[in-house]
């Protein structure tokens, strides 16, 4: 992913170590922990995780076009499915956020199908 051009992953190794979500109860803070996707939380709150999931990664990807961060996460995606479920890959998906994080909405099925162009809007 880091490969492609004009695209960068603004966290240390590209890797966010838990999900986020936009919003937050404390008021300057833009931004938290998605409970749903938190393992340490499974059996406190509702979970989107199955009971085997003990890891959530999270990649934050930036980029100058739409093209270049779905070439970007097509590229990734593929990468860690060649790993397998034998590697920990569980499960793969993406937040919108309704929208909050910019115009852009990217359905990895398409990405995946190779439409690459920015005309899946939010």
Do not use: W
């Not at 059996?43 to 934050?60: A, F, H, K, P, W």
């Amino acid at each position: 992913m880091q490969k492609v051009p004009s695209v960068i992953m603004p966290f240390p190794g590209g890797v966010v170590r838990s999900g986020s979500k936009v919003g937050s109860k404390y008021p300057k803070m833009f931004a938290s922990t998605n409970d749903a996707f938190c393992p340490t939380l499974k059996g406190v709150v509702n979970t989107e995780l199955d009971m085997d999931i003990e890891s959530v990664m999270e990649i934050v990807v930036d980029g100058l076009t739409f093209e270049d961060i779905a070439l970007s996460m097509k590229v990734g995606i593929e990468a860690a499915c060649s790993l397998g479920s034998r590697a920990g890959v569980k499960r793969i998906s993406a937040g919108n956020y309704g929208g909050k994080l910019g115009q852009h909405h990217f359905k990895l099925h398409e990405i995946l199908n190779g439409h690459l162009s920015g005309v899946a809007q939010a």
